[in-house]
């Protein structure tokens, strides 16, 4: 059986097929476009946190030297005062 043109049945298998082609086509570029979003979020993501660390890591840096810096001068203290008296 040939079909014609206006022989068209919107509910034939190929009707159909060409239907979930289009549509897994058109689902494929909006994955596509999503997965090229989340990439450039992930990177402007990893660009800050590179930063906190670096930040935190110098505030660490800090607050050992002042802790060291504390006990210094508290042995020091310590000493000098037993020797005072």
Known sequence: MRV???DFNPFSVDAQLATIITELKTQKAASEAMHEENKKVQG???VQAKKTNGR???L?????????GAFVIGVLWAVFTHFVK
């Not at 840096?61 to 802790?67: K, L, N, P, S």
Request: hydrophobic letters at 45%; charged letters at 15%; a negative charge.
């Open 4 to 6: 014609t043109p206006g």
């Open 44 to 46: 402007e993501i990893l």
């Open 56 to 58: 935190v890591t110098k």
């Open 60 to 68: 660490e840096h800090y607050v050992a030297a002042i802790v060291g």
